[in-house]
């Protein structure tokens, strides 16, 4: 039941990750310059912003429309994709309410157990965010690629900038900025939930040292005096 509760935090904690990177959007404007995205694209920042903003709004939304740009074309292969993301973005808001939710059961049925699933889910959140840093360290183009072929059926995500320019103020780089983000930001749960299981371990074990102390100066009760 302890990495059970692990899991489901851990599958929280990316659910969480990957959804508050692709609502940061500080993240994405900042590289507007930092990528030069203007030379590259030919378009202002206020466009590239524009365009970028109402993309996000399309993959982060629950309406069945279609995809339409401010001021950037698209292709019906284009349009098919992004509806694929955002599919997938919902997917992972899913997996993060299930998570939260089968978490939280898990660890009100533990409360009167040693939070072991706190140690156990900052070792899941040490070792594999940093394999796929390491990965991502040692060739972000391989992984990047690996990512699209493992989430995508098709190939639709080979964007030509003739029919689908929005590629253009989409660089690769950006993604491997918000990978590194998701890696980080489970770095930071594995952090606090380790600090949170030595506060409680220590409390636990400050608690039963009470309670021993307690035990020992405790007065012997009196053996009852027969009289004859």
Same mark, same amino acid.
């Not at 990957?18 to 202002?44: E, K, Q, W």
């Not at 021993?212 to 405790?218: H, L, T």
């Given at each position: &039941?302890? !990495?059970?509760?692990?899991?489901?935090?851990?599958?929280? =904690?990316?659910?969480?990750? /990957?959804?508050?990177?692709?609502?940061?959007?500080?993240?994405?404007?900042?590289?507007?310059?930092?990528? #030069?995205?203007?030379?590259?694209?030919?378009?202002?920042?206020?466009?590239? +912003?524009? #365009?970028?903003? =109402?993309?996000?709004?399309?993959?982060?939304?629950?309406?069945?429309?279609?995809?339409?740009?401010?001021?950037? @074309? *698209?292709?019906?292969?284009?349009?098919?994709?992004?509806?694929?993301?955002?599919?997938?973005?919902? &997917?992972?808001?899913?997996?993060?309410?299930?998570?939260?939710?089968?978490?939280?059961?898990?660890? %009100?049925?533990?409360? +009167?157990?040693? @939070?072991?699933?706190?140690?156990?889910?900052?070792?899941?959140?040490?070792?594999?965010?940093?394999?796929?840093?390491?990965?991502?360290?040692? #060739? %972000?183009?391989? /992984?990047?690629?690996?990512?699209?072929?493992?989430?995508?059926? #098709?190939?639709? %995500?080979?964007?030509?900038?003739?029919?689908?320019? !929005?590629?253009?103020?989409?660089?690769?780089?950006?993604?491997?900025?918000?990978?590194? &983000?998701?890696?980080?930001?489970?770095?930071?749960?594995?952090?606090?939930?380790?600090?949170?299981? %030595?506060?409680?371990?220590?409390?636990?074990?400050?608690?039963?040292?009470?309670?021993?102390?307690?035990?020992?100066?405790?007065?012997?009760?009196?053996?009852?005096?027969?009289? *004859?």
């Amino acid at each position: &039941m302890q !990495v059970l509760a692990a899991v489901f935090l851990f599958v929280a =904690a990316v659910g969480f990750s /990957v959804l508050f990177t692709l609502h940061f959007r500080p993240l994405y404007y900042f590289d507007i310059g930092y990528l #030069n995205l203007s030379a590259d694209s030919g378009l202002v920042e206020t466009e590239i +912003r524009e #365009n970028y903003d =109402a993309l996000i709004d399309y993959c982060t939304g629950f309406s069945d429309r279609e995809l339409q740009l401010p001021s950037l @074309p *698209s292709s019906e292969q284009g349009t098919v994709h992004f509806a694929e993301v955002q599919t997938i973005f919902r &997917m992972f808001g899913v997996l993060f309410l299930a998570g939260f939710l089968l978490s939280a059961l898990f660890i %009100w049925l533990l409360r +009167r157990e040693k @939070p072991a699933y706190l140690l156990i889910f900052s070792a899941f959140s040490i070792a594999i965010p940093a394999i796929i840093g390491l990965s991502i360290a040692i #060739n %972000w183009q391989a /992984v990047f690629f690996l990512m699209h072929r493992v989430l995508f059926r #098709n190939t639709y %995500w080979f964007f030509d900038p003739e029919t689908d320019p !929005v590629i253009l103020i989409l660089p690769s780089e950006f993604f491997m900025h918000c990978g590194v &983000m998701i890696v980080c930001l489970i770095l930071l749960f594995a952090a606090v939930s380790f600090g949170i299981y %030595w506060v409680m371990r220590r409390r636990l074990r400050k608690k039963r040292q009470i309670i021993k102390v307690s035990a020992e100066q405790k007065p012997e009760e009196k053996q009852p005096v027969s009289v *004859s």
